[in-house]
């Protein structure tokens, strides 16, 4: 993590591009393997705006050649109230520079270390809107996010908001009307699914919808459901059905349990899609 002073170094090339665009840079936000996120704004309309920042010199050729043109293509096509909006796609001396709307209230991840485990209502609003982007994205677009996890849900105006699409792929054929299985283990420790874990060929729209249980689990309990780090012994949790009961902080209701058990049914073949939490009965109650 940087220093808050931390501020962005542009050649006089790019300074002078950005200028013409109305974009200005400030200080340094965050930072994680692929990038750099600042905050900037907009000098035509006073807009806030973050700035994720991809040195191509830094990056290997895997990145460049296969995710980066996935990410680009899926910021691009991605239009959706609950997913972080795209306003400008810049390259320029190596870098490229991807201007987006800035989320005044950070990250989930922010929030739950700052006020504990969220409120059911919240926890459900909150999560609702995700679920709708990603039902979505899904649905809509036959793209799997593939890092579904709380550092990419960004909250703005009380609305969370989906963000990172740098693992994002296409994943169903049309052609044949079949789902394209991945053999590319990516995403986040904690939120692989059992079939990441064991490192098999995955549907990478069922490991979304796992990631998106793990991601229910940290709102309402602050702590992740399985542990991490020895694949084996997560695994072994991850199978065993009765294993989530025990990670409980807190007495919920029994709707509340079952959804966020329904999230984590080993054969990915029968776990439920995400389309379909909206009719149950949690959400529904909650959501009225």
């Known amino acids: 993590m940087s220093t808050p002073k931390e501020s962005i170094r542009l050649d006089p090339k790019t300074a002078a591009v950005f200028r013409k665009k109305g974009y200005s840079v400030d200080k340094k936000l ?22 994720k920042v991809m040195d191509l010199d830094k990056v290997g050729d895997k990145f460049k050649q296969k995710f980066l043109p996935r990410e680009l293509a899926a910021l691009i096509g ?47 609003y909150w999560f609702t809107q995700v679920s709708n982007a990603l039902s979505y994205i899904h649905d809509e677009l036959k793209i799997a996010h593939r890092d579904i996890k709380i550092d990419n849900i ?36 904690p939120y692989y699914s059992p079939q990441i874990v064991a490192r098999k060929p995955y549907n990478a729209f ?19 459901p399985f542990h991490f780090g020895d694949s084996k012994k997560m695994l072994i949790e991850q199978t065993d059905r009765d294993f989530i009961k025990t990670r409980y902080v807190k007495r919920f209701p029994s709707d509340l349990r079952n959804f966020q058990e329904k999230f984590f049914v080993v054969d990915e073949t029968i776990r439920w899609q995400i389309s379909e939490v909206f009719q149950h009965p949690w959400i529904l109650r909650k959501g009225r």
């Not at 792929?169 to 995403?187: A, L």
């Not at 069922?206 to 992740?224: H, I």
């Open 78 to 124: 991605i239009k959706h109230e609950s997913v972080i909006c795209i306003h400008d796609i810049i390259r320029a001396n190596h870098k490229i520079y991807i201007f987006m709307e800035f989320a005044n209230g950070g990250d989930i991840t922010g929030y739950l270390h700052k006020n504990g485990s969220i409120s059911e209502p919240l926890a459900c």
């Open 154 to 189: 960004l909250l703005h105006d009380n609305m969370a908001k989906l963000t990172d699409f740098g693992f994002a792929k296409e994943s169903y054929d049309c052609h044949t009307d079949t789902i394209i299985m991945s053999e590319t283990f990516c995403g986040t420790e």
């Open 30 to 51: 965050n930072e994680g393997a692929f990038g750099q996120v600042y905050k900037g704004s907009n000098t035509k309309t006073g807009e806030l705006v973050a700035v």
């Open 206 to 224: 069922a490991a979304d919808v796992w990631a998106m249980g793990v991601t229910l689990f940290c709102m309402l309990n602050n702590k992740f």
